[in-house]
């Protein structure tokens, strides 16, 4: 699983060239059964920089993105997105988006419906979303 970090282009303040864009600190996520998908896990990623998530299946990869897009709570520690927490910047910043690694797509929606739909989420008009998916 590889996943490009760093397309955050418009950030509430500039970074410095050396300022990270995602930073993970100390973080560990427990899931309500017990099970323990990261500890202390701790990263820096620059803008533009490409990093790969290598391991075996269940070691946290899939985790560590969905922490860093928002979509899950972490258990401690901190995520910071070009200095915002993970939410905040997904809500600010509408140019980061998260690749799933398994198909996702609605098989009762078509092709472009399915393509549609992020900017249906962000209440793009129908016209201006066909047009921008065609």
Not at 3 to 31: C, F, M, Q, W
Not at 43 to 72: D, M, Y
Not at 74 to 95: F, T, Y
Not at 115 to 133: D, K, T
């Amino acid at each position: 699983m590889s996943a490009i970090l760093g397309g955050v282009h418009s950030l509430a303040r500039p970074l410095g060239n050396d300022e990270p864009l995602v930073t993970l600190s100390d973080v560990s996520k427990a899931y309500a059964n017990g099970t323990v998908a990261l500890k202390n896990a701790k990263f820096n990623v620059k803008r533009g920089e490409f990093i790969s998530l290598v391991g075996p299946s269940g070691c946290g990869k899939s985790t560590v993105l969905r922490i860093v897009a928002g979509l899950g709570p972490i258990s401690s520690g901190e995520v910071r997105i070009g200095g915002l927490p993970p939410e905040q910047a997904r809500r600010e910043h509408q140019d980061m988006a998260f690749v799933f690694q398994d198909a996702t797509l609605l098989p009762w929606r078509t092709v472009v419906r399915n393509v549609e739909l992020p900017l249906q989420l962000r209440g793009v008009s129908q016209s201006e979303r066909r047009g921008r998916a065609m």
